[in-house]
């Protein structure tokens, strides 16, 4: 165990619950720690369900190519918590990282803050002492109580709303968008992605309680493909480029958005190219090439996804549903927390079978008998097995040259990450 895992682990158990929405905590830390929030590069706040991630990694592709130094906060990680927290362009070092936990236990003083707003604390320590042009910050949960809430940022993101995390920001979509509308501060331009108009309705209203300007999908910018490019369009003008090179139809939108932050900042044309060609974002339709997970099944074509709510579901099904056909197989492993049937419905019609698998070390984990009950419930025909690996080895016995995808958590495709080297 590394010196900065020994300190995570001390910090887990700082809070008897892994989620408390709160910004008390958070205020008291860094006031301990000198107010860091305070003295960070100009921040770029990104909140919303799906597609956040992705944004963020396209819009830090453009700003990169342009020059700039740029810091990144995202989370969870997949396979080492050090993803979480990018340097002016590079993942953190070991050395640093244990200093920065340290230097905010000691400042914590033993008292109850959950994990999540002790390490966004380092993290902000950490974007405090090093040069940068921006910081991106991705929302962990919500946006009102979040964590990261604590800033005033040069410009706010909103990508789509959706359902998820019900049992801690509500149950309706209008009230997960006011937890999400909870990110605008007083006179910052805002990008909103495209919305169900029952959430657009929650965040034009908070929008102009503040006096917060808000660039809108559909409204102030529009984003297609036409003949296999795709299409931009605001106040600015028009721009004709490649496609993403994350793949996958609803990284269209994820680009649009990503594009309209990018203008707000003043990007050029060639630095918009570049947010689509240069954006890496692990998990998101990823193409397994090498690692013992392709070892089990050499003939086959491996993808690994993290998407796990309905939003998701319908977006990998479309980008099933647009690769060559060929028969395709899911493995699946899910949290206790999320719909199950709601993700796995959109995929049943593209899918022959899934595996079911537990998350190995989640204490959430649904069983691989639950996920596979789930699946039958929605017309999937399922099976189980113990790992994703497996799994695989199952699928690759009757039908070697299968596509196989593995999804339905990010914490799945981080251990699958890991394992695979």
């Known amino acids: 165990m590394s010196g900065s895992d020994a300190i995570l ?16 905590r958070m205020h008291r830390i860094l006031s301990a720690l000198g107010n860091p929030q305070d003295r960070l590069p100009p921040v770029v706040h990104i909140a919303g369900t799906n597609g956040k991630g992705s944004t963020l990694a396209m819009i830090r592709a453009g700003l990169e190519a342009r020059g700039e130094r740029v810091h990144a906060y995202t989370s969870p990680h997949l396979a080492r918590f050090h993803e979480r927290i990018r340097l002016a362009g590079d993942l953190v070092g070991e050395d640093a990282l244990s200093a920065l936990l340290d230097e905010c236990e000691t400042a914590n003083g033993g ?5 999540f707003e002790i390490t966004t604390a380092a993290a902000f320590l950490a974007f405090s002492r ?10 962990g949960l919500g946006g009102r109580l979040d964590a990261t809430n604590v800033v005033t940022p040069k410009l706010s993101v909103i990508t789509p709303v959706s359902i998820d995390h019900q049992q801690y920001l509500g149950d309706t979509l209008p009230e997960i968008a ?3 509308a909870g990110i605008l501060k007083r006179g910052v331009h805002c990008i909103v992605g495209p919305q169900d108009d029952a959430a657009l309705e929650v965040i034009e209203a908070r929008a102009a309680r503040l006096g917060a300007p808000l660039l809108a999908h559909g409204q102030h910018w529009h984003v297609t493909t036409e003949r296999g490019r795709l299409v931009f369009q605001d106040d600015t003008g028009l721009l004709d480029l490649a496609l993403p090179v994350l793949p996958g139809a609803h990284q269209v939108t994820n680009a649009g958005i990503a594009l309209a932050a990018l203008r707000q900042l003043g990007a050029d044309d060639a630095t918009c190219q570049a947010a689509l060609r240069d954006a ?3 998990a998101r339709m990823q193409r397994l090439t090498r690692g013992p997970v392709v070892d089990a099944a050499p003939a086959a074509e491996i993808y690994l996804d993290g998407g796990h709510n309905p939003a998701a579901g319908i977006a990998i ?6 690769l060559p056909r060929r028969p395709t197989h899911l493995v699946c492993g899910m949290l206790a927390t999320k719909d199950v049937e709601g993700f796995l419905r959109p995929l049943a019609g593209h899918a022959i079978s899934l595996t079911a698998v537990p998350i190995p070390g989640e204490a959430n984990t649904l069983s691989a008998a639950e996920t596979a009950a ?15 690996r497996d799994a695989v080895r199952l699928i690759a016995a009757h039908s070697p040259q299968a596509r196989i995808l593995i999804c339905g958590s990010l914490y799945l495709a981080g251990r699958i990450l890991q394992e695979n080297g």
């Open 9 to 24: 682990a001390r910090l887990m158990a700082l809070h008897p619950k892994i989620i408390d929405l709160s910004l008390d």
């Open 111 to 115: 008292r109850p803050i959950t994990f």
């Open 130 to 139: 090093v040069p940068a042009d921006h910081a991106l910050l991705e929302v």
């Open 178 to 180: 006011g937890e999400k």
């Open 280 to 282: 890496i974002w692990p």
């Open 317 to 322: 099904a479309a980008t099933l549903g647009a």
């Open 374 to 388: 789930a699946a039958a419930r929605v017309s999937l025909p399922a099976l189980t097995a113990d790992t994703a």
